[in-house]
């Protein structure tokens, strides 16, 4: 039993129905707004779990609604939905602070399937800052530093760090960074896993005494003081 609380943002009556019946049957807690004012003013003074929010709402756009939470520092996970799949759209949702986004019209399957792995990832830290030796990343600034040396990381390579360092000492395995860290479209073949790794180590670890980012062969990998 899931026992979370979502909140659809959709000003399709149909659109807003379905999905509230379909997550209830899934043993959610469902709220519902139909237009972007109404669910930033429900978004920013109640807590769930999950935000479902179309992009395009009268009043206010979704990916307005998701920056101004951002701004407040709302953390609460938003997935998006767009009839625009273009690649400048999809970048400007996921800019707006989007947790991910799900092109219009989906199935009912993948967007539980989202829901899921969305709702999987681990809760937002309330430290803004996660360290880990002299190893420090400042998550609002989107900075980070080796000591006094400030390390230049893709989004990607960010992500995958932090992703790490929310699980110090834990082994995440291939299939678990992909979920976690790239989207369901990635190629779960392909060898971005490694190639990333790779060059986190060049830009962390070359250079320095203690290495950070370890392998643990067969299992997958961890950032710890120590193997």
């Keep these: 039993m899931n026992y979370m609380r979502i909140l659809i943002v959709e000003d399709d009556k149909d659109v807003r129905d379905f999905l509230k019946v379909s997550l209830a049957s899934e043993c959610f807690a469902v709220d519902v707004a139909e237009d ?30 998701c920056s101004d939470l951002r701004k407040e520092g709302k953390g609460t996970p938003v997935l998006i939905l767009s009839i625009r799949g273009a690649v400048e759209d999809k970048v400007q949702l996921l800019d707006s602070g989007a947790d991910d986004y799900l092109s219009k019209p989906f199935s009912l399957d993948e967007l539980l399937a989202r829901v899921r792995a969305i709702l999987r990832r681990p809760a937002a830290y309330q430290d803004e800052k996660l360290c880990l030796d002299n190893l420090s990343l400042d998550i609002p600034a989107q900075k980070v530093f080796r000591g006094e040396n400030r390390v230049y990381l893709t989004r990607k390579e960010f992500a995958l760090l932090e992703y790490l360092l929310k699980n110090r000492g834990k082994v995440m395995s291939r299939g678990n960074l992909i979920e976690h860290v790239w989207d369901m479209n990635a190629d779960p073949m392909s060898n971005t896993v490694e190639s990333h790794i790779l060059n986190l180590r060049k ?8 290495k950070l980012i370890h392998t643990v062969p067969g299992r997958g990998y961890k950032i710890d003081l120590e193997k």
């Excluded at 830009?203 to 203690?210: S, W």
């Design 203 to 210: 830009k962390i670890d070359i250079g320095e005494n203690r």
């Design 36 to 65: 972007g004012d109404a669910g930033f003013a429900m978004a920013s003074s109640n807590d769930y779990d999950l935000i479902i929010l179309d992009n395009i709402l009268p009043n206010k756009l979704g990916c307005e609604v």
